[in-house]
């Protein structure tokens, strides 16, 4: 069955760096469209960076210029790079993947989503 595995999260202070990785398993990864969402407390969980199959990428405009998704199909791996971190960056971030989606930065239409990894950035 598909498998997501997030991992890289952390606490760091306003202006500091992160990256995520997202592990995946038991389906065919290059195939599938691979997004970042997060979600903070009492808030909805949002689209950050999609990684769509055909190499199109989609950014959040409140992460635009600062973060970069990218992945590794011979690793079967999804990565998020996190710079100039802010304190409204703080969440619980969530891979996710699907085979097709109408609306790429929106968590419903994504079937597929691992556990989530905590950022947490002070100021």
């Known amino acids: 069955q598909v498998q997501l595995v997030e991992s890289g999260g952390g606490s760091v202070q306003a202006g500091g760096s992160l990256r995520l990785s997202c592990a995946a398993s038991g389906y065919a990864f290059s195939d599938f469209i691979m997004g970042w969402f997060r979600q903070a407390p009492g808030k909805e969980r949002e689209g950050v960076a999609v990684f769509g199959r055909y190499g199109t990428t989609v950014y959040a405009d409140s992460v635009k210029g600062r973060f970069t998704i990218s992945r590794d199909n011979a690793r079967n791996t999804l990565y998020l790079q996190m710079n100039s971190l802010k304190p409204e960056d703080t969440a619980m971030y969530y891979c996710?993947?699907?085979?097709?989606?109408?609306?790429?930065?929106?968590?419903?239409?994504?079937?597929?989503w691992g556990q989530g990894t905590q950022v947490t950035v002070s100021s």
């Open positions: 996710a993947a699907a085979q097709s989606v109408f609306r790429l930065l929106v968590a419903n239409e994504y079937k597929y």
